[in-house]
């Protein structure tokens, strides 16, 4: 046996999120049944960096699985894709100690957010990016970003029903910027709780519209409280961006 790591990406659309469930199409269902197919009716688990929800989009989600079979790196990407569906691709393939562990041995994640802020939505871009009609404020959605940068408590920008106990994550970066109509939005951290990056995006889409002050991020976390902070946007403007190991 041998583990093999993998970075893939996925168009989240039609997708009901990463992990398998009960109903519904997932990331990890396609994978695994790929997988299937290439082990001749053996089924072979996946494991993944991380959940992604309903319509979030990855550009570099991690995953690992155990392997009889003995394939050259390159083989196994072009193989895997011939399987797959259209909306999910193996970027690259590495072989790894088999104590490598896709989930808890990340050390940062990266995310984006993106904002489609016109007046009219663009419909090509209707799944890839959450249409903001009124003009966002950036300096003051930076200022409010600034206050998040380090280690603190986030459950107030966590979902309730998360059953994570400790909520303390470090974020390393908030990067804003504007390409023509889109503003991007990237989130670099240790690692990120349910729904956090959304909540986060929510609260700043406030901010941005002037329904709520920048300075009032240092409370918002102080209170511990998810009804202190903006609501959850959307989930089609988010990716998964990059997974980093140590």
Known sequence: ???????????????????????????????????????????????????????????????????????????????????????????????????????????????????NNRAASDVFRRNYAVHEARELDIDDMRMAAAHLIGEHDFTSFCSAKTDVKDKVRTIYRIDIEKENDELIFTFEGSGFLYNMVRILMGTFLEVGRGDRQADELPSILEAQDRSKAGKTAPPHGLYLWEVSYS
């Open 1 to 115: 046996m041998q583990r093999i790591k993998m970075t893939i990406s996925y168009d989240g659309t039609a997708f009901n999120g990463y992990q398998i469930q009960p109903n519904g199409r997932t990331v990890q269902e396609e994978v695994q049944r790929a997988l299937k197919q290439m082990h001749k009716g053996q089924l072979i688990h996946v494991t993944g960096s991380g959940r992604t929800d309903a319509r979030v989009h990855a550009a570099g989600q991690v995953i690992h699985f155990d392997t009889p079979l003995s394939i050259p790196l390159d083989n196994w990407t072009r193989a895997l894709n011939t399987q797959l569906p259209a909306d999910v691709r193996v970027l690259r393939a590495e072989r790894v100690p088999e104590d490598f562990h896709a989930r808890y041995h990340v050390v940062r994640k990266t995310y984006h957010y993106r904002v």
